[in-house]
């Protein structure tokens, strides 16, 4: 077992910054990928960003040149999110992916609310 825990969402002008830390505990030793994913009211959850143990990144289209995701060890993945905008509020998810043997197992955080006023 994985547990996540998020901190750092709160209220931002647009324009303005904020960092998202995700610290994951238990069974980190065979966390393979780790990532953010948001959900905007009444859309799904959609990718924003994600690392793997290799240090590969992806992000989504939206969010490039912006945001930038880093691990710091196994056990914590940070979201720098730089001229944040309007259409970035939601609820930003942390999730790792836990690969053993041949089973592969999904984790969430419990969210953390992130607002752009404009």
């Known amino acids: 077992q994985v547990q996540l825990v998020e901190s750092g969402g709160g209220l931002v002008q647009a324009g303005g910054s904020l960092t998202l830390s995700c610290a994951a505990s238990g069974r980190v030793f065979n966390i393979k990928r780790m990532g953010w994913y948001g959900q905007a009211p009444g859309r799904q959850r959609e990718l924003v960003a994600l690392?793997?143990?290799?240090?590969?990144t992806n992000y989504a289209d939206s969010v490039k040149g912006r945001f930038t995701i880093s691990r710091d060890n196994e056990n914590t993945v940070k979201l720098q999110m730089n001229t944040l905008k309007p259409e970035d509020t939601a609820v930003y998810y942390c999730?790792?992916?836990?690969?053993?043997?041949?089973?592969?197992?999904?984790?969430w955080g419990q969210g953390t609310q992130v607002t752009v006023s404009s």
């Open positions: 690392i793997t143990s290799d240090g590969l």
């Open positions: 999730n790792a992916v836990e690969v053993t043997g041949l089973r592969l197992y999904d984790y």
